[in-house]
């Protein structure tokens, strides 16, 4: 087994294949196994890095909520790259973590050779601060009350997990068994470290702007919550695609594993041949007289 330590914390990772370094980085709800599918394709071409955050074991479950945070969780992924002797990656995330290798991007643009960022958006919209902050809260909570095996019941349910469930059952199963070994108090302590507290998408904006890394913007046409973030990241970040999957909810990769991975091969080939280039100023222009010369 191997791990990379980060501030103390020890974080478990695998690795498989050779050539361009990819780092794979799981939500909330799941963990390194979630990237199973694209592992078995990427690492065909690729040297794939899975790990799992801290509070999910084989990582380390630390019992200070000092120990959790948004700026924590983008220096593991650095930490990972590090201890895997990789200086340069493209570096993919879902929910929680898109929203790492988001603030990896903003912390180590060096490291990024490019970020995929899918389903990123939950509670950035200022008028939903307080709610979201709320709900996290009570999502905690339960789990310090019931433990991780009776919320993956509930969890797995939810608005924006059903759409997994009805498309493919055996896979949804199986997210919500591993959602179910979770350790319950690293969930409560990454809710309230992590999630309650990290900061908008929009307080990021003079960061995001010159952010120069190639990024790709993923999201679920049913996954309410991340849309128009993923809108105004598209309009942020200089050299940004938004790619939008229909009749999809929250968990991408999984609901379309095959649909995602040619849609991710695709961009990663575009950035390699140079050709992942910044979007042209168009703030302004006309739609219908913007080519004509004066």
């Not at 960061?207 to 790709?216: D, F, N, Q, R, S």
């Not at 809108?231 to 995602?260: D, M, Q």
């Amino acid at each position: 087994m191997a791990f990379a330590e980060s501030g103390g914390v020890k974080l478990y990772y695998e690795e498989t294949g050779t050539g361009t370094p990819m780092v794979f980085v799981h939500e909330f709800a799941d963990d390194y196994r979630s990237w199973e599918q694209q592992v078995r394709y990427f690492s065909r071409r690729y040297r794939c890095v899975t790990y799992n955050a801290r509070g999910y074991p084989p990582s380390d479950v630390p019992d200070d909520q000092a120990l959790y945070s948004q700026d924590l969780a983008a220096d593991d992924i650095a930490a990972v790259m590090r201890a895997a002797g990789i200086e340069r990656a493209h570096v993919v995330g879902i929910s929680m973590g898109g929203f790492a290798v988001l603030h990896f991007g903003l912390r180590y643009a060096a490291m990024a050779q490019s970020l995929t960022v899918v389903s990123c958006g939950y509670g950035a919209a200022y008028e939903e601060r307080d709610q979201y902050a709320a709900d996290s809260e009570m999502l905690a909570a339960k789990y310090d009350e019931i433990g991780a095996a009776a919320m993956a019941e509930m969890y797995a349910g939810g608005a924006y997990r059903i759409q997994f469930r009805d498309k493919d059952p055996r896979g949804w199963q199986e997210f919500k068994e591993t959602l179910a070994r979770h350790s319950a108090k690293g969930s409560a302590l990454t809710m309230r470290g992590v999630q309650k507290l990290r900061p908008s998408l929009y307080n990021l904006e003079d960061g995001l702007k010159e952010m120069k890394v190639p990024t790709l913007i993923v999201n679920g046409d049913e996954d309410d919550w991340c849309l128009e973030p993923g809108i105004y990241l598209k309009r942020t970040i200089p050299a940004c695609g938004l790619w939008v999957i229909p009749k999809t909810g929250h968990t991408v990769n999984l609901e379309e594993p095959s649909l995602f991975n040619a849609g991710l091969a695709e961009f990663l080939a575009t950035v390699d041949a140079g050709r992942w280039g910044e979007r042209q100023n168009t703030v302004g222009a006309s739609a219908l007289l913007s080519g004509l010369e004066e």
